[in-house]
């Protein structure tokens, strides 16, 4: 076998200390001969328990077939974001995303190494997640009112556009077909699909939502579709959230952030109505409305290869459109008062608007964050505000330094200030050359004495 150094050792130890990883290395007779403090900790170990020892007795679960480094070993082949289940030697279960290399030597494999990276707490979150769901589910399911928090009606609008497409959100949420939603980050999304089931005949059934950039790629599956027992050490029979979902709407927010082979399931699922939970054998009927949306427009993500073009078209049987606030300016000046009732109400105050200002600000800010943005501007001036009516001063501190800004530009072009400016600094100029004799000064200017005299009276009023 392949010697390392003790230079080398140390110099490959030291470096492989510094990773934020958890790094296991073995040798081909499964013995630890590296293992770092960041896997120790994942492992719930101390690395003493673990150096040098045989894998397989630190981790008795395992076996040689289950255990990603031994199969490594075994086959020469790498395992790449494999999840991996087992106890270690204190009865704890740990949940690992694994990259497992062969370590080759003059083509003579000498070892594994794996790279861990620990989801034990996560996936235990995402577990009590669908449980409290399911029982939420069961307890309320015939009281609409506790599955939604918001109707069509709450979606607050004066524009034409905006407001028939509600219209047709409303009698298209008779059908049970798939439907896509995109816009920008804070236009109501999830508040209009939450209006769409709510007037469906799905209204009594479970609503919901999912945002597939919040859980990892090796996770979303499992919750997605569920795992049967024995798919992996410690899985246990669990309904994903297309089964929790059965006979109401799942929504899939930033359906563009799921990998491309998950896409690929969904649209089976989309197509048969069938799910398969995770290392089952057994197909299970549902009866579910997708609902997904995205922030980027579809085009977008179809050319960045982000959308598979075969679920878009499938979802692409009602497509909505949510314009960003800065396209419609009359709703800019009707959400600001409506949500100064609104803080009135909760912050008990008397705010009676916005001053003229502060609405041609508001007018020409772009709202990157859409109406989101505006309600949290809104509720931030209601607790600073000790007038009756909002002022500029009242604005965060960032759009108060743009108002600013945008002021000081606009003054720059005022022709009148200027001009203003530039006869004081000539006045000035010519008052010093001629040592504050009026009469000199008067001819440095080309003017008559009398009018300097009154435009200097009135420079100093």
Request: hydrophobic content about 40%; overall charge neutral.
């Amino acid at each position: 076998m392949v010697q390392l150094t003790a230079l080398t050792q140390e110099v490959l130890s030291a470096i492989l200390k510094t990773i934020d990883e958890g790094i296991h290395v073995v040798n081909t007779e499964g013995k630890t001969i590296f293992y770092n403090e960041v896997a120790a900790r994942h492992d719930g170990m101390n690395v003493k328990e673990v150096q040098g020892k045989d894998l397989l007795d630190v981790f008795p679960s395992l076996t040689e077939n289950s255990s990603t480094l031994l199969r490594v070993i075994k086959t020469g082949k790498p395992i790449y974001n494999q999840t991996q289940v087992y106890v270690n030697i204190h009865g704890a279960r740990i949940d690992t995303i694994n990259t497992t290399l062969p370590i080759f030597v003059d083509k003579q494999i000498i070892g594994a190494v794996e790279i861990a990276k620990d989801y034990t707490r996560l996936k235990q979150l995402s577990e009590s997640l669908l449980d409290l769901q399911k029982s939420v589910n069961k307890n309320n399911k015939k009281k609409t009112s506790k599955n939604i928090k918001y109707t069509l009606d709450d979606l607050k609008t004066v524009n034409p556009i905006f407001q028939s497409l509600k219209d047709e959100g409303r009698k298209l949420a008779k059908s049970d077909s798939p439907i896509l939603v995109y816009g920008e980050s804070g236009t109501g999304k999830e508040l209009f699909v939450q209006g769409i089931h709510h007037a469906s005949h799905r209204g009594e059934g479970p609503f919901i939502a999912q945002n597939c950039a919040a859980i990892p790629e090796t996770l979303l599956e499992s919750i997605l579709f569920g795992t049967a027992k024995g798919s992996y050490t410690g899985a246990v029979e669990r309904k994903g959230l297309f089964e929790l979902a059965d006979g109401g709407t799942l929504f899939l927010d930033e359906l563009h952030t799921m990998p491309m082979e998950l896409q690929a399931k969904l649209l089976r699922v989309l197509e048969d109505g069938m799910v398969r939970r995770v290392g089952s054998s057994q197909n299970i009927s549902v009866d579910v409305r997708v609902i997904a949306a995205m922030n980027v427009h579809p085009n977008t993500a179809l050319q960045s290869q982000k959308l598979r073009s075969d679920l878009y078209y499938r979802l692409n049987v009602f497509t909505f459109s949510l314009l960003p606030i800065r396209e419609r300016k009359e709703d800019i000046l009707f959400l600001t008062d409506y949500f100064i009732e609104f803080f009135n109400k909760s912050l008990n105050k008397r705010i009676h608007g916005a001053e003229q200002k502060v609405e041609a600000f508001f007018l020409n800010h772009p709202w990157p964050g859409n109406v989101r943005e505006l309600k949290h501007t809104i509720e931030y001036m209601m607790n600073v505000c000790d007038n009756d009516i909002l002022q500029l001063k009242d604005l965060p501190i960032i759009m108060k330094q743009q108002a600013a800004g945008n002021e000081k530009s606009e003054n720059h072009l005022s022709l009148r200030r200027n001009v203003e400016e530039l006869e004081k600094q000539l006045i000035d100029i010519a008052l010093n050359q001629s040592a504050g004799n009026i009469k000199q000064a008067a001819k440095l200017l080309e003017i008559p004495r009398q009018t300097l005299q009154y435009k200097i009276k009135k420079i100093r009023e």
